[in-house]
């Protein structure tokens, strides 16, 4: 798995593009990446799954730990690109709920 972060500190805001697998071996990963991007002051977070082919349980895992990380900070965190196999995932986890997808 890849992140590759887009920032933009005039609006405070950053984009974590993410490609490749979110598994076993690097939900942490990308967990502590993105919590340490938001530790930086950043208000508004987009999470872009567009170039994910795979998701199981610990990167459904380290989704809501973002999630929950992100309200700590009161930052607003959006989801993009949430389609396919990983969409079907998260429903199926029943985290579509909670998570806030933006379509733009």
Request: charged share 25%; with cysteine.
């Amino acid at each position: 798995m890849e992140i590759q972060f887009l920032e933009d500190r005039n609006n405070s805001f950053f984009t974590a593009k993410i490609f490749g697998d979110c598994d076993l071996y690097n939900a942490q990963h990308l967990f502590t990446d993105i919590t340490e991007k938001i530790n930086h002051g950043y208000k508004t977070v987009y999470v872009d799954f567009s170039g994910v082919r795979y998701l199981d349980s610990s990167g459904i895992w380290a989704v809501i730990r973002i999630i929950q990380h992100s309200k700590e900070k009161t930052v607003d965190l959006k989801f993009r690109g949430i389609t396919g196999a990983v969409r079907k995932v998260m429903r199926l986890s029943n985290i579509l709920s909670i998570i806030k997808e933006d379509d733009t």
